[in-house]
């Protein structure tokens, strides 16, 4: 099964959401989570990045500040 057939799987199946863009439209948001953020609150929304390490650029300062 090749990466983009096993994130198929888990759409379709409702394990994961379908992808977005973090960056220009930030991850989905529950009511329940739209509402605490509006009366003051800060969920926090954790995430990861999926994909393969060879693609990643391990030196990015992100991945260092998570160190």
């Known amino acids: 099964m090749t990466f983009e057939e096993w994130l198929e799987y888990g759409i379709k199946n409702d394990y994961c959401s379908p992808q977005f863009c973090n960056i220009h439209h930030g991850g989905p948001m529950t009511d329940r989570e739209v509402a ?3 009366e003051g609150s800060d969920p926090c929304l ?4 999926l994909g393969c ?3 990643w650029d391990l030196d990015a300062q992100a991945y260092k500040e998570i160190e």
């Open 46 to 49: 954790m995430a990861v990045r």
């Open 36 to 38: 605490l953020f509006e």
């Open 53 to 55: 390490p060879q693609d």
